[in-house]
């Protein structure tokens, strides 16, 4: 579900509605207490009793059809819209690539036209989840729109049984503490009002700066570059190194913020490190917004509604560009607490912290896509690293995965490519909902209501004090030992 269409939805309950229902509330109240009239065996509370039936009745039922009918519509033309969009950027992606390849074999510059035809294969895989968009939208015109109406239905099946989970587990967790209770119901607007929990998130880009270096030495970059650990014509994204595995770069000269050619590296090189001041980030702007409306959007589904911050931190060094050996404990956490500043004792783990990385290598080679140290009381350093590669469509869904397992989500019992927390690595991309849920449902990978319901296990018994401040004592400061 669009972001955008579930704001608008949000809104609409936020100042029509739930000022309605908290008025038909109040009533029932004044119901209970009004005085019976003995003489008519109490008939004038009756009449109160079936007036607010009536009214909650009505009020629910013209709620739920209202939202429907909004969302329904908001959500058909966003993704026709979108589909239309993309249709014309990604057909003047191939025709400009095409012209490219032929341009550079009449002047003969081979290495662009090796790049030009990367980017075209490129942008012919992209051409695949822009597929499925246009048979879903088909699925839907040919049956007059009801996948829409259903898969609305189903969110908010879903959503009423979660409320209900989270409504249980509170009441046994604060049944000696009925303000806290109350409290935390309103915060999360549990029974009426646009429902979640706020939680405050921090994006970071991580970037290289072409001058920064040891004292008296070249700069770091010259030095990494000269040493074959990584090229500068790709990293600045002047050349295409991998078809598939590469992020949306970012890079610009500092002076002016014009954009880095191959003149500008040249010189960079040929004068040891003194030439042009430039900066690289890990990717691009518009990247890091993609993956965090997804993560918006699809938050919601787990109860969450994470606000996100943005900032960048600079990085230095071969551990740094590739963060190794993500299997260790100790190695990832060296990368949050002082890349990141993540406290060691847990002490920040109600805001968490999404760090975009160049890459990241495995021991065993491999270069995956994301990882997160989820808080647990014995290993409390909490956050996540994630990196940008392509298709950017499959990719978008990175960061709302790693936020799934900073709330102690795990891959197990997640196969299918529509589920948010499948890894291709631990799970079987095939499930029977799959081609349902591309087709007929949302089109695009979800949570699990089971998923839902975990996060708010972790929430609840493991860190209380995030939902609400002030009724669940901290734990005490467990500071670990980096080494
Ligand atoms: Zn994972």
């Known amino acids: 579900m669009a972001l955008i269409c579930r704001e608008v939805v949000e809104q609409i309950e936020e100042t029509v509605w739930e000022p309605v229902e908290e008025w038909v509330e109040r009533r029932e109240k004044k119901c209970k207490k009004k005085?019976?009239?003995?003489?008519?065996?109490?008939?004038?509370?009756?009449?109160?009793?079936?007036?607010?039936?009536?009214?909650?009745v009505i009020t629910w039922v013209a709620k739920q059809v209202t939202k429907l009918v909004v969302r329904a519509v908001c959500q058909i033309v966003h993704d026709v819209l979108v589909a239309v969009i993309d249709t014309i950027v990604a057909a003047a992606n191939i025709v400009f690539d095409i012209l490219r390849i032929l341009w550079n074999a009449i002047t003969l510059d081979w290495q662009d036209l090796k790049d030009a035809w990367k980017d075209l294969l490129a942008d012919l895989v992209d051409l695949g989840p822009l597929l499925v968009k246009w048979l879903r939208l088909a699925v839907a015109v040919w049956t007059f729109g009801i996948p829409y109406i259903l898969g609305y239905l189903r969110d908010a099946v879903n959503e009423y049984?979660?409320?209900?989970?989270?409504?249980?587990?509170?009441?046994k967790h604060y049944a000696d503490n009925s303000e806290c209770l109350e409290a935390i119901k309103d915060k999360i607007h549990l029974d009426h009002g646009p429902f979640g929990l706020e939680f405050d998130a921090t994006s970071v880009r991580t970037f290289v700066d072409s001058r920064t270096g040891?004292?008296?030495g070249p700069p770091t970059l010259l030095a990494m570059h000269q040493g074959g650990q990584l090229d500068l014509y790709e990293l600045t994204g002047l050349n295409v190194g991998n078809v598939l595995d590469r992020p949306r770069v970012e890079g610009y000269l500092i002076e002016g913020e014009l954009p880095i050619d191959n003149e500008d590296i040249d010189e960079y090189i040929a004068s040891g490190g003194m030439g042009p001041h430039f900066k690289v980030f890990a990717f691009d702007r518009s990247a890091e917004t993609q993956k965090i409306t997804v993560a918006k959007d699809k938050g919601r589904q787990v109860g969450l509604k994470l606000q996100w911050e943005r900032t960048t931190v600079e990085v230095e060094g071969v551990t740094r560009l590739n963060v190794p050996s993500v299997n260790l404990g100790t190695s990832r956490n060296e990368f949050l607490t002082n890349v990141i500043g993540?406290?060691?004792?847990?002490?920040?783990?109600?805001?968490?912290?999404?760090?975009?990385?160049?890459?990241?290598?495995h021991t065993d080679g491999r270069n995956p896509f994301g990882w997160t140290s989820t808080f647990m009381p014995t290993s409390p350093?909490?956050?996540?690293?994630?990196?940008?590669?392509?298709?950017?469509?499959?990719?978008?869904?990175?960061?709302i995965h790693e936020c799934g397992h900073y709330f102690s989500l795990a891959h197990e019992g997640h196969d299918g490519l529509d589920k948010i927390m499948f890894s291709p690595v631990e799970n079987s991309w095939w499930s029977w909902n799959l081609i349902l849920e591309f087709l007929v449902w949302s089109g695009e990978p979800r949570f699990t209501l089971d998923d839902g319901k975990k996060v708010w296990d972790f929430l609840i018994d493991t860190i209380p004090y995030c939902i609400i401040e002030g009724c669940d004592e901290r734990p005490q400061p467990n500071p670990t030992v980096i080494t």
């Open 214 to 216: 040891p004292s008296g």
């Open 161 to 171: 049984r979660l409320r209900n989970y989270i409504r249980d587990k509170l009441d």
């Open 381 to 399: 350093v909490s956050g996540l690293l994630h990196r940008d590669r392509r298709p950017a469509e499959f990719m978008k869904y990175v960061l």
């Open 342 to 361: 993540r406290a060691t004792d847990g002490s920040d783990v109600c805001r968490l912290a999404a760090a975009g990385v160049f890459n990241m290598t």
């Open 35 to 56: 005085k019976c009239k003995k003489w008519c065996l109490c008939c004038n509370k009756w009449f109160c009793w079936i007036e607010t039936f009536l009214e909650k």
